[in-house]
């Protein structure tokens, strides 16, 4: 689960992490308190949607040569027109897609005396297996740009689990940004400050850009972007709080009410399939025959009719989805289970695109028959090559 940059400075101030006063503010009612309960002489208005590259994306609504939705203001006057273009506004930026989202909260903060810039972020190493800091002095900057060109400026710390960050970690990382003084001292706790709330609040991602050195050598947590694990949400019912549901696909919140593993994509083949390898390898072959997968949809080895159902009604309800693709290799999974479930969504929801079906495994010969006999229009496949291929010829006839 992700969450508004507003939001993540909230936890992380929880902790004792140094960042500026800000409010967030959902009306153009709030702008004027929430300027005013700043001193100034710079504001900041930031567009809260959960996406990155906000500072220089652009407002679907404002000429193209409109400011992004990161806005620094001088003046007070200055921070309240910005609110009232960017709020409600369509925001399009490299992570949204050409469609953007609409920011619907703004968060107005304190501005920075900023000296340097800096990268830091905190995730799971699959190599590793460790939790480690990623370090950088090219804050500000797209890390993946930042790796692709002066990789040697990026610097990698694992952390042991045992032992938390030590006295040794903290140094290497204060190196790696060259931090002296009282920015040295404040780094050293900093480190450990968000670890702390990394591993306690069980985060899959922290990412800090910039973190920055001010003038007077304090550092501070300019920006923010935390995500959690869903799997361990029933821990936080505080986190839990936090969600914002308009910022998610409408069927991706369909799906986690019947735990089914679901990701909206844009492309025109909707796949229902059992196992995220298997489902990987399905939307590999669409690709491969030429389409585009509409979805990522796993149902699981544990899967009733009842959530099938829910499944096909779900991919359905995509108005880009042109055929569907289900593709089911039963071990634990009853092929006719799944069978059964796309029966009863086709008599529920109808059926108005092709349907390709391949069934291999556990009771696969009743799950067969049921397709057989419902009377569904049906295109049958042997094999996943098979089944790619005549959906893709399907619906690109």
Same mark, same amino acid.
């Given at each position: 689960m992700n969450i508004h940059e507003h939001q993540a400075k909230e936890v992380l101030k929880g902790f004792g992490a140094p960042v500026a006063n800000g409010v967030a503010i959902t009306s153009l009612d709030q702008a004027e308190a929430a300027v005013a309960s700043m001193p100034g002489p710079v504001w900041v208005v930031k567009s809260q949607i959960h996406a990155g590259g906000r500072g220089k994306g652009k407002f679907k609504e404002l000429p193209g040569d409109a400011k992004g939705g990161v806005r620094v203001s001088f003046s007070a006057e200055d921070a309240l027109a910005n609110a009232k273009e960017m709020l409600g506004n369509t925001l399009v930026t490299k992570q949204t897609g050409p469609a953007g989202k609409q920011v619907n909260r703004l968060y107005i903060e304190d501005g920075a005396e900023i000296d340097r810039e800096l990268y830091l972020s905190i995730l799971v190493d699959r190599e590793t297996g460790k939790v480690s800091f990623? !370090?950088? &002095?090219?804050?500000?900057?797209?890390?993946? @740009?930042? @790796?692709?060109? &002066?990789?040697?400026?990026?610097? &990698?710390?694992?952390?042991? !689990?045992?032992?938390?960050?030590t006295d040794a970690d903290a140094e290497k990382l204060a190196d790696a940004y060259g931090l002296t003084g009282t920015a040295r001292e404040q780094g050293n706790k900093l480190f450990r400050t968000l670890y702390e709330a990394f591993t306690s609040k069980d985060m899959s991602l922290l990412e800090i850009n910039p973190l920055?050195?001010?003038?007077?050598?304090?550092i501070?947590?300019?920006?923010?972007?935390?995500?959690?694990d869903g799997n361990a949400l029933f821990r936080h019912p505080d986190i839990m709080e936090y969600r914002d549901e308009t910022e998610e696909d409408a069927k991706e919140i369909e799906a986690s009410k019947y735990d089914l593993a679901y990701i @909206?994509?844009?492309?025109?083949?909707g796949c229902m399939v059992n196992g995220a390898g298997l489902a990987m390898a399905t939307m590999d072959i669409i690709k491969l025959y030429g389409a585009e997968p509409a979805n990522f949809l796993d149902v699981g080895g544990g899967a009733t009719t009842e959530k099938v159902t829910a499944a096909f009604k779900i991919i359905t309800s995509d108005p880009n989805v042109k055929g569907i693709l289900v593709n089911i290799f039963g071990g634990i999974m009853r092929c006719d289970v799944i069978a059964e479930g796309v029966v009863q969504?086709?008599?529920?929801?109808?059926?108005?695109?092709?349907?390709?079906?391949?069934? $291999?495994? &556990?009771?696969? $010969?009743?799950?067969?028959?049921?397709?057989?006999?419902?009377?569904?229009?049906?295109? !049958? !496949?042997?094999?996943?090559?098979?089944a790619a291929q005549k959906i893709v010829k399907a619906v690109k006839g």
């Open positions: 990623v !370090a950088s &002095t090219e804050g500000g900057m797209d890390i993946e @740009a930042v @790796a692709e060109e &002066t990789p040697e400026k990026i610097h &990698t710390i694992g952390i042991t !689990a045992s032992k938390g960050v920055i050195v001010t003038k007077s050598n304090d501070q947590v300019l920006d923010a972007k935390v995500s959690f @909206a994509l844009d492309g025109e083949i969504a086709v008599k529920d929801v109808g059926l108005k695109v092709p349907l390709v079906v391949r069934l $291999e495994g &556990t009771k696969v $010969e009743e799950g067969k028959k049921i397709i057989n006999e419902s009377g569904l229009n049906v295109i !049958a !496949a042997d094999d996943l090559d098979d």
